[in-house]
């Protein structure tokens, strides 16, 4: 090993034994941007595709374009489900009395109404599978899964409601080119609009 080597290699951090909790996730000094914790862990992001970043901003202007005065639309914040979980959804519509001020930093599960989280290939099976379970037990009442499909690589929206009995998400509908529904608000959003962005 070089001087050269050993004089740019990353230290990265090493979890206590009981894992990482959200204070650290918002203390801990140098985390790369969009870190989430999962289950007391640190999950790092890989690059968006551009798709990610459109599918994004095509949402954001969808949803804001149609807001209600009780709801704000936020991007890529921290939802605190619980001390060891605190994922950051890429969209989250969330109560309008819980944003505070432009330094805040997180939302707490209770303030978000919807999250939205854009497929990436890294993020996959978190996004299919774990994601939306623990966001089902944190009590978040609508969840949206948005993939690239088809030649066009347009988006699809897969629109999902918490059942209060279960306490799980149920499929409600799949949108190619408008996702059109009435919760949590009115939304109407043009997904072909993407090729416009």
Request: hydrophobic share 40%; glycine share 4%; charged share 25%.
């Amino acid at each position: 090993m070089t001087a050269e080597s050993v004089k740019h290699r990353r230290s990265w951090p090493v979890p206590p034994p009981d894992g990482y909790t959200v204070d650290d996730l918002f203390t801990l000094p140098d985390l790369p941007p969009h870190t989430e914790l999962i289950d007391g862990s640190l999950v790092f992001v890989s690059p968006q595709r551009r798709f990610h970043f459109l599918a994004i901003d095509l949402l954001v202007n969808g949803l804001r374009s149609c807001l209600t005065p009780e709801f704000s639309v936020e991007r890529e914040m921290t939802v605190v489900l619980d001390r060891r979980n605190g994922p950051e959804p890429d969209v989250s519509v969330v109560r309008a009395e819980a944003v505070t001020d432009r330094r805040q930093t997180h939302f707490k599960a209770t303030d978000v109404v919807l999250a939205v989280e854009v497929v990436s290939p890294d993020s996959e099976a978190r996004d299919r599978d774990y994601k939306p379970h623990k966001y089902a037990a944190a009590g978040i009442p609508h969840y949206w899964l948005v993939d690239m499909a088809g030649q066009d690589d347009h988006p699809v929206v897969q629109v999902y409601e918490r059942g209060e009995a279960t306490g799980t998400y149920a499929l409600t509908g799949i949108y190619h080119d408008r996702v059109k529904v009435s919760v949590p608000y009115d939304i109407d959003i043009d997904l072909t609009a993407i090729d416009a962005l």
